[in-house]
């Protein structure tokens, strides 16, 4: 770990104090727990998220199949069907 310094509101200050003994936790325990929150939630979630953060990512390269007709030449081929 790296240690670090923050600013903080007097409001603040008493408010993780407060929390602090209310749980049993250090201070420093209850800010990185926030810290770790905040950044999960700014994070995508799951495969969907992943795929629409590439979307578009190959849309100008012209060295690709017609995904289209390979498709079609597939589904029309007897080998395609066997194991």
């Known amino acids: 770990m790296q240690r670090t310094q ?5 409001a ?13 936790r250090s201070q420093s325990a209850l800010i990185r727990e926030a ?4 950044l999960q939630q700014q994070q995508p ?3 969907l998220a992943r795929l629409r ?12 199949p017609d995904w289209s ?3 079609a030449e597939l589904d029309r081929s007897p080998a395609a069907l066997a194991p």
Do not use: P, V
């Open 6 to 10: 923050i600013y903080l509101s007097q």
């Open 12 to 24: 603040e200050r008493q408010g993780l104090q407060a929390l602090a003994l209310r749980s049993g």
């Open 35 to 38: 810290i770790d929150a905040f």
């Open 45 to 47: 979630q799951g495969r």
């Open 53 to 64: 953060q590439g979307r578009g990512l190959w849309a100008e390269r012209t060295d690709l």
């Open 69 to 71: 007709a390979l498709r």
